[in-house]
């Protein structure tokens, strides 16, 4: 059997959840429900498996023009994740932290998911970062303007910093599922050699052998980062 080479560092783009619940002639908010139980089982499986860091897109910057009561539900259950799986996450020194602009969400919903950051700060298990109203480019144009802000050249290392993923590693590997085969305006700078990981499963259905096989793709790439082997 090949030799598994687990990265430090998956990004999951989750994706699918409303084709998953279409197939099953049940609503789009049932496919995002269970794509909560899917997140649930993706991160228990990373840690287990000894990941450092993983990544998750649940909300673009995008995702907004959808219908109302389709937002209404995906914010509903951010808000119930950050109450009961986050807390778990905290106590278990799990690290959390959130990629984009939270203004956006509902007071409360900013409120507890600052508390669990600043509460996961010197945590120092998994990093769980979880991306809500994220977009890559947004994020690029946030960090080059307080980089040209502090007044010192804006250097890749200026905009690294201050990035909403300043501190982390670059992913090693970034997955999308449901058959899509684009970024979506997710880790734009972040993924400049990660390895994308194509997985034809929708985010309902991912588990932990899912999480196996994407390690067992990985192990199998040749990374070179531009030089020669
Ligand atoms: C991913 O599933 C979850 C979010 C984007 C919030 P989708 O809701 O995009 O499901 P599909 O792609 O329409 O099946
Ligand atoms: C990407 O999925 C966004 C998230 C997973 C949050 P989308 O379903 O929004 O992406 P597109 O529209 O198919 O590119
Ligand atoms: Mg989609």
């Known amino acids: 059997m090949q030799d598994l080479k687990i990265p430090a560092h998956i990004a999951f783009i989750m994706d699918g959840n409303g084709r998953w619940a279409k197939r099953r002639l049940m609503p789009r908010k049932y496919g995002h429900k269970m794509g909560v139980e899917a997140l649930k089982r993706v991160i228990a499986a990373c840690e287990k498996l000894g990941i450092k860091e993983v990544s998750f897109y649940a909300l673009s910057t995008e995702n907004w023009s959808r219908p109302k009561d389709e937002i209404d539900a995906l914010l509903a259950m951010i808000k119930k994740f950050a109450d009961e799986e986050m807390?778990?996450?905290?106590?278990?020194?799990?690290?959390?932290?959130?990629?984009?602009?939270?203004?956006?969400?509902?007071?409360?919903?900013?409120?507890a998911l600052e508390?669990?950051?600043?509460?996961?700060?010197?945590?120092?298990?998994?990093?769980?970062?979880?991306g809500i109203n994220y977009g890559g480019r947004d994020e690029i144009a946030r960090a080059a303007q307080k980089a040209a802000e502090s007044g010192l050249p804006v250097t890749e290392e200026a905009i690294n910093a201050n990035l909403d993923t300043a501190g982390m590693s670059d992913p090693d590997v970034i997955v999308r599922c449901a058959g899509e085969k684009r970024l979506?305006?997710?880790?734009?700078?972040?993924?400049?050699?990660?390895?994308?990981?194509?997985i034809d499963d929708f985010w309902p259905d991912f588990n932990e052998q899912t999480v196996l096989r994407i390690i067992s793709?990985?192990?199998?790439?040749?990374?070179?980062?531009?030089?020669l082997k």
């Open 217 to 227: 793709e990985y192990s199998g790439r040749e990374r070179r980062f531009g030089g």
């Open 115 to 130: 508390s669990i950051a600043r509460a996961a700060e010197n945590n120092t298990g998994i990093v769980v970062n979880i």
């Open 87 to 111: 807390k778990e996450y905290v106590d278990k020194n799990y690290r959390i932290r959130f990629m984009g602009e939270l203004h956006r969400l509902p007071q409360e919903t900013q409120n």
């Open 184 to 198: 979506s305006n997710f880790m734009l700078w972040q993924c400049a050699y990660s390895e994308f990981v194509l």
